[in-house]
């Protein structure tokens, strides 16, 4: 069975920066497909960032240039480096991963699997 856990969630001050992990157990193969959304109190889930490996990244308009997707050291590890943070980026983070040698769909994808989510609050 497929596990993600996430770590790194923190409080912090607006401008400040935080880097979330993600490290999937369980998974026989190499992932190459993962990914971070987020949901917000009272909103919906949206897309991050993601990595299709060896293939490419993207992010949300609203990420771009401040965050930062990057595998981990670790076989099916994630990480997500988040600068400048604004108190728009308060969420519960979630790491998410697909099956398959690329993702499926973009953000828009299959999304396999899912953590449980890690909570980043970034005050004013």
């Known amino acids: 069975q497929v596990q993600l856990m996430e770590s790194g969630g923190d409080s912090v001050q607006a401008g400040g920066s935080l880097r979330l992990s993600c490290e999937a157990s369980?998974?026989?193969?190499?992932?190459?497909?993962m990914g971070w959304f987020r949901q917000a109190p009272g909103k919906g889930r949206e897309a991050v960032a993601l990595?299709?490996?060896?293939?490419?990244?993207q992010y949300a308009d609203d990420v771009k240039g401040r965050f930062t997707i990057s595998e981990g050291d670790a076989k099916n590890s994630l990480y997500l480096q988040m600068n400048s943070l604004k108190p728009e980026d308060t969420a519960m983070y979630y790491c998410?991963?697909?099956?398959?040698?690329?993702?499926?769909?973009?953000?828009?994808?299959?999304?396999?699997?899912w953590g449980q989510g890690t909570q980043v609050t970034v005050s004013s």
């Open positions: 998410a991963a697909e099956d398959g040698i690329y993702c499926s769909g973009g953000f828009r994808g299959r999304w396999d699997y």
């Open positions: 369980g998974y026989p193969y190499s992932l190459s497909c």
């Open positions: 990595i299709n490996k060896n293939i490419d990244t």
